[in-house]
């Protein structure tokens, strides 16, 4: 018996007793560890990299590293419940979690901090989707929605509250304690999976057997393609040597995966439900989501600081915003995934996530964090509708067998999102920005009355024609830079709106009946 069918018995009962419930608490908190860890460190970045002695460029693999690794673990952590048993894998993967957590607090170098985002990625990255296994497995159908509202409600608020956290513990007790933190948590996680999940056997030989041509595939393609994405720009795309050299490692990758199906007997993830109709619609739409969950996270921040000032504590507080809804939200989704169409429910959401775009749109350079207030509350009622309803749309769209496949699958798509996410911030926002800082220039020249008048005020307020002049590029720059972030808007604004037909391609569920993860 493996792990999917043993711990789906408790599912066949007409109520969950306790022991399910602690499982589904369990799998909630290690995926809010999960997800919250991946945005915590964004907000002590500079105070890590001062401490360890990395340059701004070297700096962002403490991040990339933590990406990199998740969202390779995620798709393989059905076959790791499958060999090894839920409960022995989880249990495994906590104590690494904690283990990793402990080595990045304590690092004093790069390689030392880098190594253990690397280990937290792998071991945080199979806390995700084994959170919906467990809901899906453990939960009869009636009480599913009420666990899958919860998860939602997770992957949601940890990236929302990530940056807030990481501000607030660097700027008053240490950067130390955002990963410090996680000792206790996982010692309560732990508890909770040793009571709420039960024993079952593991398939220590399954270990041997297993399908390893997809798995080298799966972890060359998806770790490669990730640092493409994520340094792409940084070194001028294909430009370098490196970047082409991972693009080809990327592919032949893919190409491994995509054998495996063919020639495994059982492979490490069944790629074949991306070809059904619900869920490959499903997965296109939560790329799109990620896009925006994690470019949104990027862009706000950087926007308060570089041109409103604020320090990273003051933006986290306006990144908290998108969290209100879910929760004001949250005693109303079950019913709502019971009583309300999935597909309007999705499309409702990814309307919420266009007009939070677009309602960003008109920024100045005298913006500053209210100007954000609609579209962070917009952006959070997209979240707490789409993300769940997908939640739901994903599972119930699939085979039983196929749930672990389904939650590996939903989750890698938004974390491949992201990446795709930051790539187009990172390529769009330079070009563009240069693209407006030419346009202006052009019309700021030496014989514009308004270049004139511009020179006149800052020269009677420096005393210097030369800091005047260096104030106008200056303004000119900063005027670029905003007119840059209005486009990246407009862009993802646009992203969404082009999947919003996918919806009519999801399996509508009926309603008033309980929905099942079958």
């Known amino acids: 018996m493996n792990a999917t069918t ?58 990339t590293a933590f990406l990199v690794s998740e969202i390779v673990m995620i798709p393989l952590t059905g076959w790791f419940v499958r060999t090894l048993g839920l409960r022995t894998f989880l249990l495994i993967c906590a104590t690494l979690f904690t283990a990793f957590s402990v080595m990045c607090g304590l690092a004093d170098s790069l390689p030392m901090m880098i190594a ?45 509250i990530g940056p807030l956290l990481g ?143 604020y320090n990273t504590e003051q933006a986290g507080y306006v990144l908290l915003l998108a969290g209100l809804p879910t929760i004001l939200l949250m005693p109303l989704m079950p019913k709502m995934l019971e009583t309300v169409d999935v597909r309007i429910m999705v499309f409702g959401g990814m309307l919420c996530f266009a007009a939070a775009c677009f309602v960003n749109l008109g920024l100045t350079p005298d913006s500053i964090g209210p100007h954000f207030i609609i579209g962070q509350l917009l952006q959070g009622c997209g979240l707490a509708l789409a993300m769940m309803a997908l939640n739901q749309a994903a599972i119930t769209s699939v085979p039983r067998e196929y749930t672990s496949d389904a939650s590996g699958l939903f989750n890698a798509a938004r974390n491949l999102g992201g990446s795709i996410g930051l790539a187009i911030i990172s390529t769009f926002q330079e070009r563009r920005t240069t693209l407006h800082v030419d346009a202006i220039g052009s019309s700021v020249t030496a014989n514009s009355t308004v270049a004139q008048d511009a020179l006149h005020a800052y020269g009677q307020q420096l005393g210097d024609a030369t800091q005047a002049l260096a104030v106008l590029a200056q303004t000119v720059q900063m005027q670029a830079m905003v007119m840059a972030y209005n486009d990246l808007f407009w862009i993802f604004g646009l992203i969404v709106v082009a999947t919003l037909p996918l919806v009519f391609l999801l399996k509508p569920l009926p309603k008033g009946v309980p929905l099942a993860m079958h």
């Not at 509202?149 to 992957?155: E, H, I, N, R, S």
């Not at 080809?248 to 063919?262: D, K, M, P, T």
């Open 6 to 63: 043993a711990s789906a018995a408790p599912a066949a009962e007409g109520k969950a007793d306790a022991g399910a419930w602690l499982a589904v608490a369990a799998g909630t908190i290690g995926s809010f560890m999960a997800t919250l860890d991946i945005s915590i460190v964004n907000a002590a970045l500079p105070t890590i990299q001062g401490e360890v002695g990395a340059s701004g460029t070297e700096g962002t693999w403490i991040s």
């Open 116 to 160: 253990g985002r690397v280990g937290q990625g792998f071991a945080g990255g199979a806390l995700i989707p084994t959170a919906l296994t467990i809901v899906g497995t453990r939960l009869p159908p009636k009480q599913q929605p009420l666990g899958t509202a919860l998860f939602g409600m997770t992957v949601i608020l940890g990236p929302v």
């Open 167 to 309: 501000g607030w513990l660097t700027e008053n007790v240490s950067w130390h304690y955002a990963f410090f933190i996680n000792v206790p948590i996982c010692a309560g996680l732990v508890a909770l999976l040793l009571l709420g999940l039960p024993h079952e056997k593991s398939n220590w030989v399954g270990l041997l057997r297993a399908d390893w041509l997809g798995i080298v595939g799966m972890t060359a393609g998806l770790s490669a393609l990730t640092v493409v994405l994520e340094d792409g720009q940084r070194e001028r795309w294909f430009e370098s040597s490196m970047i082409v050299v991972l693009s080809i490692v990327s592919l032949l990758g893919f190409a491994l995966l995509a054998l495996s199906q063919f020639i495994s007997k059982e492979p490490v993830i069944r790629l074949n439900i991306l070809f059904q109709r619900s869920f490959g619609a499903v997965f296109v739409m939560v790329m799109a989501v990620g896009m925006i969950l994690f470019g949104v996270m990027y862009m706000i921040p950087q926007f308060l600081a570089i041109i409103a000032g």
